[in-house]
Structures are given as C-alpha cells and as structure tokens.
C-alpha cells in the first residue's frame, strides 16, 4: 500500500515499509500483497520471506467528519523482530 493525498495548497506520497535482520522493504514491494474493500475501509494482507511465517495487515480509512487518512498496522506471528517505517514526501 502507498497512498496519495491530493489537498489544495498541499499533498504528499506515503509510503509504509519495515526492516528484519534480513533486510528492510517497501509494503508495496513485498511478494504478495492482497487488498480488499470492506465498508469504506481498505484492508491489505502484505507476506513476504523477509517477514517468516507471519504477515501483516495494513487497514487505512478516511475519517467520516474531514480529510486525513488513520491507519492501522497489524502483524501476524512475524518470526523475525521488525520495525515499521513511515515515509512521506511532499508535493
């Protein structure tokens, strides 16, 4: 998942990514990476080997009363420990 914000006067790109022992990736670069809608929220189920066994699950909706973007970051029995990293760059 990468997302784009479009608000006048202002936007951006973020992007969402982690880092193992073995080595760090974008969430939109890993091997599998399945989204889903679901009532007005997207749920992305991201696996790859740098994460073991594990997986996570990325759920992102827009707040009902303005603009913004709240997201929540889930990790599922990922064997090795990992850090999530956050990136945003202006437009």
Not at 19 to 45: F, N, P
Request: with cysteine.
């Amino acid at each position: 998942p990468e997302f784009s914000f479009y608000l006048p006067g202002r936007g951006g790109n973020l992007r969402l990514g982690f880092a193992t022992s073995a080595g760090t990736k974008w969430l939109h670069d890993a091997e599998r990476v399945e989204a889903r809608y679901r009532g007005g929220s997207m749920i992305y189920q991201i696996s790859d080997p740098l994460l073991g066994k594990g997986a996570l699950r990325v759920t992102a909706v827009c707040p009902k009363d303005g603009e913004g973007l709240l997201i929540k970051v889930e990790s599922a029995a990922a064997s090795p420990p990992l850090e999530l990293h956050v990136a945003f760059g202006g437009i």
